[in-house]
């Protein structure tokens, strides 16, 4: 999905184009490490790619970072959080999507300002990335007046004592803080015991891959979005009709994200030049509010060390498609709200 939106920036010559025509170069660079920076020392040793756009997972990130900052070559992602690169690898990267405990804290802050809801459950594994999701979802949570309480899965053979203890809680809503595999197996027994109440997750569960696996189970799911695509702005209407068009699927927000790279560099080469420094240089200078780049989901600008500032929304899965939620957004401290749906 990365690849073809993309690709499908990268082509655009009509009224939707921004800057120059640019030749993309596709490199395949699985989530490892050691076969990650083989690929990445490579492209940094081309003197005729002057930017990289890429990678899946934090790992091959956290990886190729130190070839790419000795090369002076900037990367743009638009899949891998900031927060998940050590701040001093930061220095050539530019993430286009929110981290995990961003959302985390919107989430909270979603569930009493749009839900109006006050007892959550949050369930949450042992892992880091459960812990990155659970501890700023508590913090915004008692700042909010939510009355929390935390539950710990810590294997999938204990889902349905879990859903057993949160239904005596009976909370208003769920919060689930897991991988999505934990989540998959906590989503089916919570409608097999009928727990009721509202779920809300990060964006990793609205992959379209979890719903199919997840099925109905998954029906009504919040999810933290980085742009709407099932929205009716002018710009998400027609990026999905042309992405649809091209390659007979519905785009996700990994392809929005990808679309989004794309054109934000060829804004960048238009006015700074295509050399890696100028690149570098065009893309630091997209560091406040008033000089935000136009994506599909509204403004994005980046914070200190390349973090990503953008809106948060929320979509409701049913039957494996994702629909703007009811509200799609309340306004959240530290992030602008811009509405584009």
Request: glycine share 12%.
């Amino acid at each position: 999905m990365l690849r073809r939106g993309v690709l499908l920036a990268a082509g655009e010559t009509n009224e939707n184009s921004i800057g120059p025509q640019p030749e993309v170069f596709v490199y395949d660079s699985p989530c490892d490490g050691q076969r990650a920076v083989a690929v990445a020392r490579e492209i940094a040793q081309d003197h005729s790619i002057s930017a990289v756009i890429g990678y899946l997972c934090a790992a091959s990130v956290r990886a190729v970072l130190p070839g790419y900052r000795e090369a002076g070559l900037p990367l743009i992602t638009p899949t891998v959080s900031g927060e998940e690169v050590p701040e001093e690898l930061r220095g050539k990267l530019f993430s286009l999507i929110f981290g995990g405990s961003e959302q985390a804290a919107f989430l909270a802050a979603y569930v009493r300002k749009a839900l109006g809801l006050v007892r959550v459950a949050v369930i949450a594994d042992h892992s880091d990335y459960g812990n990155l999701l659970t501890e700023p979802f508590l913090d915004e949570a008692e700042k909010q007046g939510l009355i929390t309480r935390v539950f710990t899965q810590t294997e999938a053979a204990g889902a349905a004592l879990t859903i057993q203890e949160v239904k005596a809680a009976d909370p208003h809503a769920l919060f689930l803080a897991t991988h999505p595999e934990t989540a998959r197996f906590l989503l089916l027994e919570r409608r097999r015991q009928h727990l009721g109440g509202v779920a809300l997750a990060p964006d990793v569960l609205g992959d379209r891959d979890f719903s199919e696996m997840t099925g109905p189970a998954a029906d009504g799911l919040l999810v933290c979005q980085p742009v709407l695509l099932g929205g009716s702005s002018p710009e998400v209407v027609g990026f999905v009709r042309r992405f649809t068009g091209a390659y007979k699927r519905q785009p996700d927000w990994i392809a929005a994200g990808g679309y989004d790279a794309l054109r934000l560099l060829r804004l960048v080469v238009g006015r700074e030049g295509p050399r890696r420094a100028a690149i570098l240089r065009g893309l630091a200078a997209i560091s406040g509010r008033e000089a935000a780049f136009p994506g599909l989901g509204g403004p994005i600008f980046f914070g200190q060390g390349g973090l990503c500032r953008r809106p948060f929304y929320v979509a409701r899965l049913e039957q494996g498609v994702l629909k703007p939620a009811a509200p799609p957004t309340v306004d959240f401290v530290g992030v602008f709200y811009q509405p584009s749906f």
